[in-house]
């Protein structure tokens, strides 16, 4: 089992920065490809970026490429996600998340999930 534990959320200003730190227990996060998502109130989660296992390569959704950076330190078992040039259609609940099947968008490609992380922009 692998226990993952979002943090760093919060409420900043359009065009501002946060940094997600997402922790894992349980089980070397080595072992998996990692993914965040985002679910904002009355939408379906949705994929936002994919770390491979090495950290060596990275994916995003088109809504944040060129604004978040997905990064991972599997000596300290976290996974990161900087936000920069927040837009108020960024704020959602931030979920990481386990894969052990490669690159996905789908949720159900994905095994552990963290609580979630609310991130509120305003305008």
């Known amino acids: 089992q692998v226990q993952l534990v979002e943090s760093g959320g919060g409420l900043v200003q359009a065009g501002g920065s946060l940094r997600l730190s997402c922790a894992a227990s349980?089980?070397?996060?080595?072992?998996?490809?990692m993914g965040w998502f985002r679910q904002a109130p009355g939408k379906e989660r949705e994929f936002v970026a994919y770390?491979?296992?090495?950290?060596?390569?990275?994916y995003y959704a088109d809504s944040v490429k060129g604004r978040f950076t997905i990064s991972r330190d599997n000596a300290k078992n976290t996974v990161y996600l900087q936000m920069n040039s927040l837009k108020p259609e960024d704020t959602a609940v931030y979920y990481c998340?386990?894969?052990?099947?490669?690159?996905?968008?789908?949720?159900?490609?994905?095994?552990?999930w963290g609580q979630g992380t609310q991130v509120t922009v305003s305008s």
């Open positions: 349980g089980r070397p996060l080595s072992r998996y490809g």
């Open positions: 770390i491979t296992r090495s950290g060596g390569i990275t």
């Open positions: 998340a386990t894969s052990s099947l490669g690159y996905s968008q789908s949720t159900a490609s994905y095994g552990y």
